[in-house]
């Protein structure tokens, strides 16, 4: 089983590269913790995708702490990776995109992946439960997507974005993005369109798991997007929205898999603490060796 990992982002509002920042008892970065607990449910293939520059030093720094027979690919998303056929001659600051990213890996993976953000802590429990769900999936329009809690994702540092998720019959139906979710008085809102929740409503945190048929439509949706030169200076295509199109045109369905997990990220700088020492924690509780990679 593969596991894709998303560090390419920059880490406007955390102040640094946050998918680098030494977070564990002995300086592991949070994605460590990701990739530990897939081992331990029998991923055995890590799939990073980053900066050109960050390249070298991720790949140096994770061959240097996985066990041998885990297979690495550690790839640079870069601006001028795009479909046969299609160039591109303008400026960006950065790539296309969160499925640009999850493209940038069609030529090393031919089996039903996991995706996740490698600046965020997913939990025991849903890599399980992606595993199990790869293992007993026998249909290849069918992906996945771990699912949590709404009031259990939230900043106590400021307003996060969220894709809420609506389904029926444990199939996703729609996520409809807000973009400034917090809780102000008791009361959980967007503040960008008043839209007030209970806080039990489950949200994607961006772990899928998906079929390589994703690969192929992601690049005729890469043609179709940058064909439109009002795309060429800032626009992004979302993984979310592209699995949204993949559903709306009946290419697949997703089951809503909801994660009893605790899930926690570094949205904001001062998220680092609570960071810290839930990792602490969970170490000191025997949830993980310290250091991490003394013990598989």
């Known amino acids: 089983m593969t596991l894709l990992l998303m560090a390419a982002g920059s880490g406007s509002r955390y102040g640094k590269l946050k998918q680098f920042d030494d ?32 390249v070298d030093f991720l790949k140096e720094h994770l061959s240097s702490r996985l066990p ?17 056929g299609v160039t591109f001659t303008g400026e960006r600051a950065k790539p296309w995109g969160t499925a640009h990213a999850v493209w940038t890996a069609r ?28 293992r007993n999936n026998g249909n290849k329009e069918t992906f996945g997507l771990i699912a949590y809690i709404l009031k259990n ?25 807000h973009t400034k979710i917090e809780a102000k008085d008791k009361v959980i809102i967007d503040s960008d369109s008043g839209t007030e929740f209970t806080g039990e409503e489950l949200v994607s945190m961006n772990f899928w798991v998906c079929q390589p048929s994703i690969f192929p439509f992601i690049t005729e949706y890469l043609k179709d997007f940058i064909g439109n030169k009002d795309n060429h200076a800032k626009g992004e295509i979302y993984l979310p929205f592209a699995i949204k199109e993949m559903i709306a045109k009946n290419l697949i369905d ?34 993980y060796t310290s250091p991490l990679w003394d013990n598989i």
């Open 23 to 54: 977070l564990g008892p002995k300086d592991e970065f949070l994605m460590e913790f990701s990739i530990y607990d897939a081992l331990k449910n029998g991923f055995d293939h890590i799939v990073a995708i980053t900066k050109k520059e960050n």
């Open 68 to 84: 041998k027979n885990i297979k690495l690919d550690v790839l640079a998303q870069e601006v001028n990776d795009l479909p046969e």
């Open 107 to 134: 030529n090393v993976i031919d089996r039903p992946f996991a995706i996740i953000n490698a600046d965020d802590y997913y939990g025991k429990n849903a890599f399980e439960s992606a595993a199990n769900f790869i």
């Open 153 to 177: 994702t939230l900043s106590e540092h400021g307003s996060v974005s969220r894709g809420v998720c609506k389904s029926e019959g444990g199939k996703l139906t729609s996520i409809q993005e």
């Open 254 to 287: 997703v089951d809503v898999i909801p994660s009893a997990s605790q899930w926690f990220g570094v949205t904001y700088a001062s998220d680092k603490d609570v960071a810290v020492a839930e990792l602490q924690r969970m170490t000191d509780n025997n949830g």
